[in-house]
């Protein structure tokens, strides 16, 4: 009778190398969260493209982190809710900025960009250099076979 070996084991061990391999590691331990206390909010009207509803309308928010003194203002759609939450991830990003400094998420992504092209640029030019040596081979192979 045939054994029939379970394959999922084995495929669930090799899942995290598989994933590391192309996942670089961001760290979010240490973003700041907000507190609902530390926030000064103001909903203001808008500006820009529109017209007159678009300036009428009191759908701009103004976030402001009283310890800091970090602010943003978010009127990237019609909904005050969502400027809200919007304006409140912004606020996170540039809180964690000044706190963290190198170690932000964001200054973490900017390395993981960097080192990813700096990859990149360094295959390609292995590439070019071995079709230039295989090139070369083939051209002194091509000089001997006529001098004999």
Same mark, same amino acid.
């Given at each position: 009778?045939?054994?029939?070996?379970?394959?999922?084991?084995?495929?669930?061990?090799?899942?995290?190398?598989?994933?590391?391999?192309?996942?670089?590691?961001?760290?979010?331990?240490?973003?700041?969260?907000?507190?609902?206390?530390?926030?000064?909010?103001?909903?203001?009207?808008?500006?820009?493209?529109?017209?007159?509803?678009?300036?009428?309308?009191?759908?701009?928010?103004?976030?402001?982190?009283?310890?800091?003194? +970090?602010?943003? =203002?978010?009127?990237? !759609? /019609?909904?005050?809710?969502?400027? &809200? @939450?919007?304006?409140?991830?912004?606020?996170?990003?540039?809180?964690?900025?000044?706190?963290?400094?190198?170690?932000?998420?964001?200054?973490?992504?900017?390395?993981?960009?960097?080192?990813? +092209?700096?990859? =990149?640029?360094?295959? !390609? /030019?292995?590439?070019?250099?071995? &079709? @230039?040596?295989?090139?070369?081979?083939?051209?002194?192979?091509?000089?001997?076979?006529?001098?004999?």
């Amino acid at each position: 009778m045939l054994s029939v070996r379970p394959v999922l084991p084995s495929l669930l061990r090799s899942l995290p190398s598989i994933l590391s391999r192309h996942k670089s590691h961001i760290d979010k331990s240490s973003v700041p969260r907000l507190d609902q206390a530390d926030l000064q909010e103001k909903v203001t009207l808008g500006s820009g493209p529109g017209g007159q509803a678009v300036n009428k309308t009191a759908n701009a928010v103004f976030l402001k982190h009283l310890p800091t003194g +970090l602010w943003v =203002k978010c009127h990237q !759609t /019609r909904s005050v809710e969502m400027n &809200r @939450k919007i304006a409140k991830q912004l606020l996170v990003i540039k809180l964690d900025n000044l706190v963290n400094g190198e170690n932000s998420v964001e200054n973490q992504k900017k390395t993981n960009e960097k080192i990813k +092209l700096e990859r =990149k640029k360094e295959k !390609t /030019r292995l590439k070019y250099e071995q &079709r @230039k040596l295989e090139s070369l081979k083939e051209q002194s192979e091509g000089q001997d076979g006529e001098i004999s």
